[in-house]
Every structure is written in C-alpha cells, then in structure tokens.
C-alpha cells in the first residue's frame, strides 16, 4: 500500500488545525511549507503534531551554502520530523543538512528525514531540472538520503527516477490538482513511497471525505 502525505498548503491556523484534525485517520503524513509557515509561523508544526500525533515534514526546499542550510535545518528539525532540501547546489549543501539531522537523532533518538528533490512536477521542470535529474537522483542514492521528491505528472519520468534510486523512499506529487494519472503512479511505487496530495484534499468541501476517499484508492495498492 502506498502511503498518503496531505500537503497542507492553507495559510490560516484554525484551518489548517481544522484540516490536519479531521483528515489525520486517512493520511500516513502532513507535508507544511512556506504558505503556512510564512502565514502563522513554525510553531504551527508543532501544534499540528500534537494534534495528529502524524509526521511532519518541512517542504522549505533548502538550497542554500552549507552553513546557511545548517541553521535552517536546526531551526526546523527542533519539531519537524523531516525537511525538504534542494540537491542541485551540491553534496555539500545537502551533507550539512544531513549532519543536523544525524545531531537530533542523536539528541533525541527520534529519526529526522532528509529528502532531497529530483525533478519537480510543473511544466516549467523540463527546461532545468529534468535535463540533471537522473544524476541527482544519483546523488540523492549516494549520499543516502531518507526520500527523493519525483513527479506523478510524468509517470515515465517517475519509473526512470526510482529505476535509480532503488530503495530510497519516494513522495510523489502532483495527483489531484495537478492532473497526474494516480493508476499509472501506483503501478510504480511501493509501500515505502507516498503519494502527496495537496489541494484535491484541502480545498475540497469535505476535506474529510475527499480524504478518505483517497486512502481507499491507495489502500487497493
Ligand atoms: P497539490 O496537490 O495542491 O498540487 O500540492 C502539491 C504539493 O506538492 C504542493 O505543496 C507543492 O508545493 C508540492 N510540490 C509539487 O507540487 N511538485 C514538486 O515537484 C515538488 C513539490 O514539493
């Protein structure tokens, strides 16, 4: 079965509590980033963890020097259960987010995600990133991070990406709003991968409901 990551992309606290609260039955982990955390600030991820008691993942999408990356992550991996870095700046960049996951870890026993994006699901991903994607997911396989970010919007794409990175776990978006064809996707990931879901859920009347729904589609996986 394929996991389901709820991407939480609302900018208003009682909202997201709200969303975060009553779809958590349905979903294995809620992805938090800027839109939010920008609107309410970073202790919302840990209210929302204290509430669904669900992983959180920061998607800040790091891509910064090293010592820059370092302090982000810091700040971040205090509550956040993983983060959301970019791997086109280099191993150095992602290996310094790696060390203050490794440091928490240490600290607190608890596992910290790093997961590095491959190729990203809008069009506009083709012109950059699909061209260096094979050799990032390379590098994410490498440098053994916890998960790669890979597009549901190009199943073929997607195949390719996790004929590289073998075991590595996937989160996949870009099912729902972004059109992406859910069958051909389930078709390729496993029970370690997740597939994020972001506005099909949260802004649907009955986030709840569309919820549910999705968790059945994944449970038949
Ligand atoms: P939605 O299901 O509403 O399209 O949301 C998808 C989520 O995944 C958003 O939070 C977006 O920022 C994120 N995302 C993406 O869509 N494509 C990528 O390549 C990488 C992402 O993190």
Redesign the pocket.
Known sequence: MVKLML?L?VMDKKEALKIADETSDYVDAI?I?YPLVLAVGLDIVKEIKDKTKKEVIC?F?VADIPSTNEKIANLTLKYADGI?CHGFVGRDSVKAIQKIAKQYELETGNKKKVIM?T????PG?VEFMQPIADELAEVAKELNVSGI?A?STRPERLNEIKNIVGDIPIIS??????GGDLDSVLNILGKNDYV?????I??NENPKESAHKYSILLNKS
């Open positions: 991407a992309d992805k980033g998607d999408k959301i994006v190729e990203m699901s809008h991903a970010v597009p978006p870009g099912i729902g709003a972004q994020i879901v972001g506005r099909a949260y802004e």
